[in-house]
Structures are given as C-alpha cells and as structure tokens.
C-alpha cells in the first residue's frame, strides 16, 4: 500500500489586490533600494520581487522586463528632481529682494530635499560605473535644467544688483551649479557634518560679497 505523504511546502500567502499604479511604485522602491545598497548588478528582476515581498508574476504584471523597470526608475527619479529645483529655484521672484536672498532659500531647500530623501538622490548625484547609459542622460537632464534655473535667476538679480551687468551669466551659471553638486555629494557623505542650515549660512556670506 503506497503512502501519500502531504507536501510540507506551504502555498504562499495570497496578496491582496490593489491599483496597478501602486504596485508599479511598489516596485520601484524596491528596485531603488537594491541598487543604492548592492549596486545595479543586483537589480534583477527576480531579486526586485523578494525586496518587494510580491510573487515575480506581479512585478512582471507591472513591468514586462528589467529595462522598461529601471527606465521608468529613471524617468520617476529625474521628475522627483526636477520637480525639487524648480521649487528651490523659483523662476518667480516676486517678494524677494534680493538675489541674496534667493540663493540662500535655494541651497537650504535643496539640501534639505536630499538629506529627506537620500536613496534617490544617489541614484543621481552619484551614477555608479556600472549605470546604464540611460542614468546618465537623466543626469544630464537634471543638471542642464539647474544651470536654466540659475541662468534665469541671474538674469534678474542683473536688474537689482547692477553690479553684476558684467558678470558672465552663463559661466556663473555653470559654476553655482557646479557648487551646488558638491553640496549635494556632502549632504549626501556626510549629513550630521554638513546640515542643510550650514549650506545656507555659507552662500549667504558668500552671496553678500557676491552681490555687493
């Protein structure tokens, strides 16, 4: 008489169901999370459903492969960014008096912005080696539209500041940029040792020699 013996491999738990939206961001956070600890290497597709805690049916149901995945990691993270140096720079100056003031607001809001979120800003202050070419043209995106922001502002701060009518605008709109990368790069290394508030306290000093 042959015995049945019953399979001691538990069925996985069903999960619940919900809006295809939320699942795909659901996914890309895990995405993220596997590459700003382990690189981009351990971003597989299989790897991306455990961290997510999802069988690899549903992260396929949201995605059909690991390049649409990461591209549209990409493109979420690049608008987050966007987004964050559009509010610290504003392209409306009214209520501030001076160009001072603007950069002091924007350091400190952009700073603080990294330090809240500093998994995502890695994955674009600090494209690994390995990043797919695609990362560094979000890159490219994000910092060509910061060096706008600043061309902008530098337009204006000419019409309250005339001391600067023979300033080079688009060079010192390359190098504010340039600073501002740093700055992300220490938040980033080392919060506790550059908080936000000692950004702003910096460029205001600096900006009131500047902007004299």
């Known amino acids: 008489m042959t015995t049945v013996t019953a399979s001691t491999d538990r069925p996985r738990a069903r999960q619940p169901r919900m809006p295809i939206e939320v699942r795909r961001e659901q996914v890309l956070d895990a995405a993220l999370r596997l590459i700003t600890e382990h690189g981009y290497a351990a971003a597989t597709m299989e790897a991306i459903a455990r ?83 695609e990362v560094r043209q979000h890159v490219h995106t994000s910092r060509t539209f910061a060096v706008d922001q600043l061309r902008v502002l530098l337009v204006w701060a000419r019409t309250v500041h005339p001391g600067l009518a023979e300033v080079d605008g688009d060079l010192a709109a390359e190098m504010l940029a340039a600073a501002g990368e740093r700055g992300l790069r220490l938040v980033l290394q080392d919060p506790d040792g550059y908080p936000p508030e000692r950004f702003a306290a910096f460029v205001r000093s600096w900006a009131d020699i500047f902007f004299r």
């Open 51 to 133: 961290e997510a805690d999802l069988a690899k049916p549903r992260v396929y149901s949201a995605y059909p492969g690991r390049g649409p995945l990461l591209n549209a990691l990409f493109e979420r993270q690049e608008q987050r960014a966007l987004a964050t140096i559009a509010e610290a720079v504003p392209a409306d100056f009214t209520g501030y008096e001076s160009a001072l003031d603007v950069l002091a607001t924007a350091a400190e809001n952009l700073m603080r912005a990294a330090a809240a979120e500093p998994a995502a800003w890695r994955l674009l202050v600090f494209p690994a080696d390995e990043a797919p070419p």
